[in-house]
């Protein structure tokens, strides 16, 4: 999907839009199914579990879309960004791209794929190397691709894709399939004519073209401009665009602002005319009026190049602006995805809800008190077993035989947590010894912190037995039984079911067992709770 | 609050020399901190709100020097070497948290030697008051905690453990520079969350440096706008916010996004900022100021009040200068 001119009208741009409302007709430009990316430890004598960086993350993008990917650090937005682009291998699932799975392509098709596919890195500082010139740098993918492959198709006026010739020529390719071709020969009757696509800085008084129409036509093409020539007229092209001078081509990264150093960044990733782009925290090393510069830059190359976007952040006011439809990302897993201005306006899962209540300032399009979640994120090595977020979700579903005011659930909910993060942490030595000889393990601190959590909340005889039972099984050491004896208490649905996605009619997806008619509503549930608190 | 500032910067410049140049990264800064409030500073890199903040702790390392002006706290100049006489009374939180810990220290030593130190507790009763700072600052389970590394901990977490340990030597001014930069939204949210409690607890004077206006929005009383060096804009923050006075502020709130109608540019600011070489002889900031005039690039601007608020609210810019008021009408687009 190259573009064959390298500026567009605002026509164009206009038309551009229009088809991107009715894009999500049109089949995607990428399209990710149930993808998981895991690292395994790889050691042969430890049976540490994988770490769950992406577990099953399913979502389209579109041609000329911009999809945010959003999420606090360890989520795995990075890894899922690195998966699309084959520089992470997928554990299992697919990122479908015309018809092809891109997570299983052989050496020379992965490489055309990374070269449709482009990537900005977070800080320009340390993904550019800093022994090279700007001008190196930006060539570098050109060189390493062998760019430009020049296909050269024939035509002869009575069909719309190539005439049989043969081509021969040093640099020249012959166009094959549905390739574009940079060269177009068009054969009439008694001439042929040639041009050259409008991207590449190669102009046809800078081919020699000979036909030879005994026999087979034969059409053959000498360059008289050397690739190392056009590559670097494309890299000056390229820093122009960006809004960097003539003169930094011979300049080295330190030299640069950091504002400067992510505009070479972006020359970079577009050198090999990608179609669709992955920027991995582009802005946020910049300063605020620097990164406001960078984004309308973002957004210019969308419109004149057609460009998609996999745009992540964990800035989501960023994202606001940038992005058509949002994903929010949680412990590896999507929770919601949608239109960016329904989602910020009516968020449906709690944990986007969270998110969005936590934007400082008026940034903020929540406007109710602020969500403070408990707690960390679980381990991606150890996830819940059912919904990722049910450990700190501020709207979770409370088991229905049980009726305890909200102060005495959180308690509870606290009290299980820490069982449940003492389980995961490493024993020390000690511990274990002590474990062996059968010694209290959990020592004095365990009393401290239980009377600290409990400390003006009504039990009755049943919960204070409930939760004695609890604190005997962490003195002798195991804070997973502990855990457990709670989870019978305050467990509900959440800990056991993982929800599915479910996409309503706006085409937005949402995982939370709260979608069903039966549960109220998350933010009415959240307002609910806190007023009561 | 009281009348007497508990801190007070009168006209701070902090040079730093160098073989080439003089760069003045503090150039003539003045602002208060009252007892049981929060005042920021805000700026972008470059702006001198770091130094700004070490020259306070006495931090400014060489070749760097503060040459002229005055810190006083509680009415005693720093700057004439009283920094050991308050030693204990300013306490700073850095923007990464993992650098202001030892890692081969537990959580809990690092807390008992600042109590050691500032208020001579030892033994059970610095590790009482250690997991007591713990719970204060909102860990989960302290009195295990205590005896964890900072590796054990998450990032906010750290943070936490950092701020606890600022507070072992029970400062009555807290300078947070960056904060919570570092950090996810909902863990900053929890942050300046916890400042506030602490400082409506103690009646904690907070100095809050950072280049979020977001974070100076919700967490501030009052704010500086810092710009190459120099405070531009000074003012209640629920005003600046709601009418900026200073052409700078005015740029820097439009650029942020999610306020501008996502199909439309962002308003940007073209060029750098400046570095601060040698004295101010003009405005720094009028090569990139929209409405900027002749006389902007000739005389620096002197602070001037702006609106009803008396001293509260003032802004060095020739726009609020009644001596230059004519250019007013060419100033360009106003808000």
Excluded at chain 1, 111 to 119: A, H, L, P, T, Y
Excluded at chain 2, 179 to 192: K, W
Excluded at chain 2, 327 to 333: A, K, S, V, Y
């Amino acid at each position: 999907m190259r573009t064959p001119t390298s500026t567009r009208s605002d026509a164009d741009s206009a038309e551009a839009r229009e088809r991107g409302r009715d894009r999500a007709d049109a089949d995607p430009l990428v399209s990710v199914r149930d993808l998981r990316t895991y690292y395994e430890d790889g050691s042969l004598f430890t049976s540490t579990p994988p770490v769950k960086a992406v577990d099953g993350v399913s979502f389209d993008v579109h041609e000329g879309e911009t999809v945010g990917l959003v999420g606090e650090s360890g989520c795995g937005k990075t890894t899922l960004g690195r998966t699309l682009l084959g520089l992470e291998t997928a554990t299992e699932g697919t990122v479908e791209a015309e018809g092809r799975d891109v997570t299983d392509l052989s050496g020379s098709e992965r490489r055309e794929w990374q070269q449709r596919v482009g990537m900005v890195f977070q800080d320009p500082e340390e993904s550019l190397n800093d022994r090279m010139t700007v001008g190196e740098i930006v060539r570098e993918p050109l060189e390493a691709h062998d760019w430009p492959a020049l296909p050269v198709m024939v035509t002869d006026g009575s069909t719309e894709r190539g005439a049989d010739a043969t081509v021969t020529g040093g640099a020249v390719t012959a166009a094959d399939g549905d390739e574009t071709p940079d060269i177009t020969v068009r054969i009439t009757e008694t001439d042929h004519e040639v041009s050259v696509r409008d991207a590449l800085p190669l102009t046809a008084e800078e081919l020699v073209v000979s036909v030879d129409r005994n026999g087979e036509t034969a059409v053959s093409v000498t360059v008289r401009k050397n690739k190392a020539e056009i590559r670097r007229d494309r890299v000056r092209r390229l820093l122009d665009r960006v809004g960097l001078q003539e003169e930094h081509y011979y300049r080295y990264p330190h030299q640069f602002s950091g504002g400067q150093r992510q505009r070479v960044g972006i020359a970079r990733a577009l050198a090999l005319e990608p179609d669709f782009v992955v920027l991995d925290e582009p802005v946020s090393a910049l300063d605020v009026s620097v990164q406001a510069r960078i984004i309308n830059l973002l957004d210019e190359l969308q419109d004149e190049l057609g460009l998609s976007y996999l745009f992540i952040a964990h800035d989501l006011s960023v994202v606001r602006h940038i992005a058509d439809r949002v994903a929010v990302m949680y412990l590896g897993n999507v929770v919601e995805l949608g239109p960016t201005e329904s989602v910020y306006a009516d968020p449906a899962h709690p944990y986007t809800l969270s998110l969005l209540s936590a934007i400082p300032g008026s940034g903020s399009p929540w406007d109710g008190e602020r969500v403070t979640l408990r707690g960390t994120p679980p381990s991606p090595r150890d996830p819940p077993e059912g919904c990722p977020f049910a450990t700190r979700c501020p709207a979770k579903i409370r088991p229905d035989d049980r009726t305890l005011p909200e102060s005495t659930w959180r308690a509870l909910d606290e009290l299980r947590v820490v069982f449940r993060t003492r389980a995961r942490s490493e024993d020390s030595a000690l511990d274990a010894v002590k474990r062996l000889a059968g010694l209290d393990v959990a020592g004095a601190d365990l009393e401290t912190t239980v009377e600290d959590l409990l400390e003006g909340v009504d039990l009755d005889d049943e919960l204070r037995g409930l939760v004695d039972e609890a604190v005997a099984e962490a003195r002798a050491g195991d804070d997973a039984a502990a855990a457990a004896v709670l989870t019978d208490v305050v467990g509900s649905r959440c800990d056991e079911e993982h929800p599915a996605p479910e996409t309503d009619d706006e085409g937005r997806q949402t995982r939370c067992l709260r979608r069903e008619s039966q549960y109220a509503g998350v933010a009415e549930t959240v307002a609910a709770r806190q007023h009561e608190e | 609050m009281s009348d007497d500032p508990l801190l007070s910067v009168e006209d701070l410049h902090t040079v730093f020399h160098t073989d080439r140049e003089s760069v003045h990264a503090v150039d003539g800064v003045s602002f208060d901190v009252h007892e049981g409030e929060t005042v920021g500073l805000v700026g972008e890199s470059g702006s001198g709100k770091s130094v700004t903040a070490r020259s306070i702790l006495g931090l400014v390392d060489e070749p760097g020097r503060i040459e002229s002006g005055a810190i006083y706290f509680r009415g005693d100049d720093l700057t004439e070497d009283n920094w050991d006489a308050h030693r204990g009374d300013i306490a700073i939180v850095f923007q990464d948290p993992g650098g202001s810990l030892n890692p081969v220290y537990t959580v809990g030593n690092q807390i008992r030697e600042a109590l050691r130190i500032h208020q001579g507790l030892r033994g059970s009763e610095a590790r009482r008051r250690a997991i007591e700072l713990l719970e204060d600052v909102g860990i989960p389970d302290a009195a295990r905690r205590v005896g964890e590394y900072p590796h054990q901990l998450s990032g906010g977490m750290q943070q936490r453990a950092v701020i606890a340990m600022a507070l072992a030597c029970d400062p009555d001014l807290l300078v947070c520079d960056e904060p919570t930069t570092a950090l996810d939204v909902t863990i900053q949210a929890g942050i300046l969350e916890l400042l506030d409690d602490l400082q409506r607890e103690s009646n904690l004077a907070i100095l809050l440096i950072t280049h979020d206006m977001g974070v100076i929005e919700d967490a501030t009383d009052r704010v500086n706008v810092v710009y190459a060096g120099e405070v531009v804009e000074r003012a209640p923050t629920e005003a600046l916010f709601e009418e900026p006075a200073h052409p700078y502020t005015r740029a820097l709130l439009r650029s942020i996004p999610g306020r501008t109608d996502p199909d439309d540019r962002l308003p940007t600011i073209e060029g750098e900022v400046p570095t601060p070489v040698g004295e101010a002889t003009d405005c720094r900031f009028a090569p990139r100021c929209p409405e900027a005039f002749a006389a902007c690039r000739e005389v620096p601007p002197d602070h001037q009040p702006v609106g009803d608020d008396g001293t509260e609210r003032t802004a060095a810019c020739l726009l609020h200068d009644d001596e230059y008021q004519g250019p007013l009408d060419t100033g360009g687009d106003r808000l």
